[in-house]
């Protein structure tokens, strides 16, 4: 295990133990918000399955088999150290822990129920696909724009979307910091108003703390009152937890969420400032 990455577990053991000391399990109990009270109480610890989810899933464990072979491409993450992986090393690796890409599934259902129309979605870190497919099968309306920066990952996740019948899924390809802001711009101007924003914006790319703030306000230009941005790994190392408090006090961030896999930020003035430290 090359050190850098050691040095990682180690740090990632640490910032789980703390959570488990300081983290709350009260389904819900004290968030004053009835909104977020929702989000939590009826979504977070919601048991029930959906029938799609299965056959995500079954994607999940061929991935988790395939020695097929990718090239993989690195734009300065420095997380690639060889550029020939097997497809189930990459599943292994990189791919969202189910619980939480069905806990995005459900935010993402209540949302466009909410909304009563498609959800705009960004993603970026498209991998092989699995989290993407969760986000887009909550409703063929929603439109998801998914980046990935390797053309034979994201080859393979086009297939795995069209095996699972997925038609409203966007992947561009290439260094995110080169396709990110235009496409943003175009998602905007592409709707009636020409203004819209993202109603829930997933990062998931390069684990370093500049990257993350250079991803997060390309993307904050787009949000809205009732938008959600979720960033995965806030916990990867001593750096990510920098961007995650950075973030987190943001003039115009109202609340966030540390679930210890995920920090997740709502923009609401409504919301009362302050971070939600809870046990998922």
Known sequence: MPLAQGTHHLYRLGAYLKHGLTAWNTGGEGIHSPYLFYLVRMLMYDSH????????????????????????????????????RRVCDIARTSLEKAKNAQLLFRWVNFLGSRKGEGLRIVELGTSLGITTAYLA??????????????????????????????????????????????????????????????????????????ATLRYWRALSLYRHKKSIFVLDDI??????????????????????????????VFFDPDYLHRNYRLRF
């Not at 464990?61 to 060889?82: A, C």
């Not at 711009?185 to 203004?195: L, S």
């Not at 916990?235 to 109202?254: C, D, G, K, N, Q």
């Open 49 to 84: 399955r959906y029938y799609v989810w299965d056959e995500i899933e079954s994607i999940r464990r061929k991935m988790l088999t395939s020695r097929d072979v990718l090239h993989v491409s690195d734009y300065g993450t420095g997380r690639v150290r060889n550029p020939e």
């Open 137 to 210: 099968a909550a409703s063929p309306k929603n439109e998801v724009t998914t980046f990935e920066g390797s053309n034979e990952v994201a080859e393979t996740a086009r297939k795995n979307w069209s095996e699972l019948g997925l038609h409203n899924i966007r992947c561009i390809e290439g260094d995110i910091d080169t396709t990110l802001e235009d496409t943003l711009y175009n998602i905007a101007r592409a709707t009636p108003e020409g203004k819209g924003g993202i109603d829930l914006a997933f990062i998931d790319a390069n684990h370093t703390k500049e």
């Open 235 to 264: 916990h990867h190392s001593r750096e990510m937890e920098s961007a995650w408090r950075t973030i987190a006090h943001e003039e115009y961030v109202s609340t966030t969420m540390d679930l210890f896999d995920m920090g997740v």
